[in-house]
Nanobody, 118 residues
Framework: QVQLVESGGGLVQAGDSLRLSCAAS????????MGWFRQPPGKERQFVGK????????SYADSVKGRFTISRDIAKDTVYLQMSSVKPEDTAVYYC???????????WGQGTQVTVSS
């Protein structure tokens, strides 16, 4: 069974940087995307960005474009979310997810909390 484990969350101040990691294991399918999502308090889960596992192409939500960067380390089977110039509205539980050939994010981690103070 696929395991995705996020780490790196915490409490930071507005304007700071933070890097989240998502380590994958037991991946038995052809992975197409790895993605990051977030769920702010009292709100629905939101798409943050994704990376194509094969060629590293990335795409982002408008709300984080230019501030967040997704990268991957194939050898470590890990995907990263580098967050810069964070804002209080970035406060959320951040989840990583994996998508196979169907391009659907069917596999999810347990989430890591990021809190940005003003």
């Amino acid at each position: 069974q696929v395991q995705l484990v996020e780490s790196g969350g915490g409490l930071v101040q507005a304007g700071d940087s933070l890097r989240l990691s998502c380590a994958a294991s037991r991946v038995t399918f052809v992975r197409y995307y790895m993605g990051w999502f977030r769920q702010p308090p009292g709100k629905e889960r939101q798409f943050v960005g994704k990376i194509a596992w094969i060629d590293g192409r990335t795409s982002y939500a408008d709300s984080v474009k230019g501030r967040f960067t997704i990268s991957r380390d194939i050898a470590k089977d890990t995907v990263y979310l580098q967050m810069s110039s964070v804002k209080p509205e970035d406060t959320a539980v951040y989840y990583c997810a994996a998508a196979g050939d169907n391009r659907r994010f069917d596999y999810w981690g347990q989430g890591t909390q990021v809190t940005v103070s003003s």
